[in-house]
């Protein structure tokens, strides 16, 4: 399973979009890049997934470049409650375990 | 709809003895997964079950732990003669055979003193 980097942490404001930057350069080709989010005292929470490119929900936007070295997790106008740890992981095609690292732990202050 | 639910949310225990962990997933979902959640060790996987498989027992740390799934349905997590090092918040998830999507319960906090 490919090694994932991000920064230990980030500091935000209100209405700002932030964006959290998460390397695995040894991606295999069946290999998905998924976020899940994590607040104080509860389980993770499942954010977005995606293989390359863009894909956009309601809650974020993921990026993707071509080579998939990497991926941008985009979360617009954050709020207060968006304050939680944010877990890039790549999961293997037929595979399902999932191998977190230490997370992002992203703050947004007033 | 109902999460995957876990009991009991607490549970302090002495050291030597035997906890049981249950985790009622939702339903339908085929695959079940534990972890555990130590300070300063980060999301840790323990167990996998899917369907009628052979479990993956790859991240039991010890022989002290095991788990079964019963009818494809609640699964109970057994850690037996318990140490200190065995405080963690233990957390159970579930996943729809159709997506990679895992759901995962509110956790158990167990700590052994």
């Known amino acids: 399973l490919a090694k994932t980097t991000q920064p230990i942490s980030m500091d935000s404001y209100e209405g700002q979009e932030v964006n959290i930057t998460c390397s695995h350069n040894?991606?295999?080709?069946?290999?998905?890049i998924t976020w899940y989010q994590q607040f104080p005292s509860q389980g993770p929470r499942f954010i977005i997934q995606g293989y390359k490119t863009k894909v956009t929900n309601e809650v974020a936007s993921l990026f993707i470049p071509a080579d998939r070295k990497s991926s941008t997790l985009s979360l617009p106008r954050v709020s207060l409650s968006d304050t939680a740890v944010y877990y890039c992981l790549v999961v293997s095609g037929g595979y399902n375990k999932l191998i977190f690292g230490a997370g992002t732990r992203l703050a947004v202050h007033p | 709809g109902a999460g995957v639910s876990q009991s009991p949310s607490n549970k302090v225990t002495e050291k030597g003895k035997d906890v049981e962990l249950r985790c009622d997933p939702i339903s339908g979902h085929t695959a079940l997964y534990w972890y555990r959640q130590s300070l300063g060790q980060g999301l840790e996987f323990l167990i996998y079950f899917q369907g009628n498989s052979a479990p993956d027992k790859s991240g039991l740390p010890s022989d002290r732990f095991s788990a079964e799934r019963t009818g494809g349905s609640v699964s109970t997590l057994t850690i037996q003669r318990t140490q200190q090092e065995d405080s963690a918040v233990y957390l159970c998830a579930s996943r729809p055979g159709t997506t990679y999507e895992q759901y995962f319960g509110p956790g158990t906090r167990l700590t052994v003193t």
């Open positions: 040894n991606i295999a080709t069946n290999d998905y």
